[in-house]
């Protein structure tokens, strides 16, 4: 096992090496060198566990971390990887247990540290917005079940209408998502201004596998279906079921043939214009983060039921 004694510039040039770093400011990779303790843990040490709050992230540099949940292995952490960021990201506390396999050698960040990176420089917090949407595509994928986009979706008290909607009708369709109704007015105003409508026929296609996405949509009225190429689950939606979100914010082109089963409205963003919002209202940011971070805790803990084996978390370099 690699000793203690690593200079500030090894630290910084491990960071620099994570996905979870990849796009922080040299200035901040000094920081967070600078902040970074390094740990030796004995094999069988507890990491972290659940009902017990972490507050900072391990980024694993010599060593094997075994990741359970309820006595189940759900991954193997090795050199480079970063654990434990995803609780602290979603501020909750660890809902699976680290144990070191072997003697370990790794790095401890505090969990302020990484707020105020993210609150100082935005694209460290776009870079985990991407990593957070790449390891939710991968994770939901590996569901072996059928999924309904606008799941919970309780219909609205008021008539949506038919488009075109005037500004006021915008601003209440935009306060309908989950991310956004509590976004700051301003934000959501900007968001409702550059929305775009689209009427689908029955049959139409609304969207083709492979095409670049770069746009989140959300069905008004009407009903969709949505099938990935390996056709191992289908999905659909209703009204105000949302999608494209993760493949646009992860950079990928659509997974996924989306087509109207019956005559649907939808409205969508284009994803520039939203990251021009998130990068003008933190708060928002950190809920996105916060919510998808969440979002991937529960999902991991989902594919840990349905199947058997190890499991990659989005938090691997």
Not at 210 to 221: I, L
Request: net charge negative; with cysteine; charged share 25%.
């Amino acid at each position: 096992m690699r000793r203690s004694g690593s200079t500030q510039t090894e630290r910084m040039l491990l960071l620099a090496s994570l996905a979870w770093f990849r796009n922080a400011p040299r200035e901040r990779l000094v920081l967070l060198a600078h902040h970074a303790r390094e740990r030796n843990v004995k094999k069988g040490t507890v990491l972290y566990e659940p009902g017990v709050a972490s507050n900072v992230m391990w980024i694993i540099v010599d060593g094997q971390v075994r990741i359970e949940r309820n006595g189940r292995r759900v991954a193997t952490a090795v050199s480079g990887w970063g654990i434990g960021a995803l609780e602290v990201m979603a501020n909750r506390e660890p809902s699976s247990r680290a144990i070191a396999e072997k003697p370990t050698y790794a790095l401890c960040i505090p969990t302020h540290v990484l707020h105020d990176l993210m609150d100082d420089h935005f694209e460290f917090g776009l870079g985990a917005l991407r990593n957070f949407a790449r390891g939710l595509l991968e994770m939901t994928d590996k569901l072996p079940f059928d999924r309904d986009f606008s799941a919970g979706e309780d219909p609205p008290d008021w008539e949506v209408g038919e488009p075109p909607f005037d500004f006021v009708q915008r601003l209440a369709l935009v306060r309908r998502g989950e991310l956004i109704r509590d976004a700051s007015f301003e934000s959501v105003a900007r968001i409702a201004r550059s929305l775009t409508t689209t009427t689908y026929a029955p049959g139409e296609i609304v969207w083709r596998r492979g095409e670049p996405s770069g746009r989140v949509m959300t069905v008004v009225s009407g009903a969709i279906t949505a099938i990935p190429a390996h056709d191992r689950w289908r999905a659909k939606s209703g009204p105000f079921g949302t999608f494209g979100a993760l493949p646009s914010f992860a950079g990928l082109p659509t997974y996924l043939e989306v087509t109207a089963v019956e005559p649907t409205v939808i409205m969508s963003n284009e994803t520039e214009s939203l990251i021009d919002v998130l990068e003008d209202d933190g708060d928002l940011m950190r809920h996105l983060l916060q919510t998808l971070g969440g979002r991937y805790l529960d999902v991991q803990d989902a594919v840990a039921a349905a199947q058997e084996g190890d499991l990659r978390p989005a938090t691997a370099a």
